[in-house]
């Protein structure tokens, strides 16, 4: 069955970087783009970023861009957050999920949480 | 960016009551929605693809409709496991866009 697994979240620093990785496992990940969604804690959902199967397109959320990467090794079946000059506003879980087909997203990760703090 | 604006925040039901949703989108986007529902300290579950049509598994008293700009979830009977919150997503253009959520609570 699909799964996504994330992991890699922590307390840290403003100003400081963090990687998130995702593992997916089910499913032949280099046939589907992936997405990332967060939700700051008591907060709504708010989608982050889209990578391409192939990692050749990305599209990110404007309160992100600059600051966020999105990348992706089909080889390991795993995908990454790369997430430096991390602000307060950024604490929250963050899930990886896999579209269903053509709409919706079907799949989602049991999210890890990050807590930017001084 | 599209604006997904969702009511209402809340509200209050019983066991057996039918509960309306709404969103509606700043432009039109098709068809291009989904519903979702999160439980506390959960992923959030899709419910509705493409605006209108139920994901595998998920009990056939939830329902989707509207196109365009206005669009509704409906649960006809509510049961016990469907109290959570509730959200719409715009996949029709990047950047995709939630709506607020709508957290049904026991009456």
């Known amino acids: 069955q699909v799964q996504l697994v994330e992991s890699g979240g922590g307390v840290v620093q403003p100003g400081r970087s963090l990687r998130l990785s995702c593992v997916a496992s089910?499913?032949?990940?280099?046939?589907?783009?992936m997405h990332w969604v967060r939700q700051a804690p008591g907060k709504g959902l708010e989608w982050v970023a889209l990578?391409?199967?192939?990692?050749?397109?990305?599209i990110y959320a404007d309160s992100v861009k600059g600051r966020f990467t999105f990348s992706r090794d089909n080889s390991k079946n795993t995908l990454y957050l790369q997430m430096n000059s991390l602000r307060a506003e950024d604490t929250a879980v963050y899930y990886c999920?896999?579209?269903?087909?053509?709409?919706?997203?079907?799949?989602w990760g049991q999210g890890t949480l990050v807590t930017v703090s001084s | 960016a599209i604006q997904m604006t969702q009511s209402p925040s809340s509200l209050s039901a019983s066991v057996g009551d039918r509960v309306t949703i709404t969103c509606r989108a700043s432009?039109?986007?098709?068809?291009?929605l989904g519903w979702y529902q999160q439980k506390p300290g959960k992923a959030p579950k899709l419910l509705i693809y493409?605006?209108?049509k139920l994901e595998s598994g998920v009990p056939s008293r939830f329902s989707g409709s509207g196109s365009g700009t206005d669009f509704t979830l409906t649960i006809s009977s509510l049961q016990p496991e469907d109290f959570a919150v509730y959200y719409c997503?715009?996949?029709?253009?990047?950047?995709?866009?939630f709506g607020q959520g709508t957290k049904v609570e026991i009456k």
């Open positions: 997503l715009q996949d029709y253009n990047y950047p995709w866009t």
């Open positions: 999920a896999r579209p269903r087909y053509a709409s919706g997203l079907g799949y």
């Open positions: 493409a605006a209108s």
């Open positions: 990578i391409s199967y192939d990692g050749s397109n990305k």
């Open positions: 432009h039109d986007i098709r068809d291009d």
């Open positions: 089910g499913f032949t990940l280099s046939s589907f783009a």
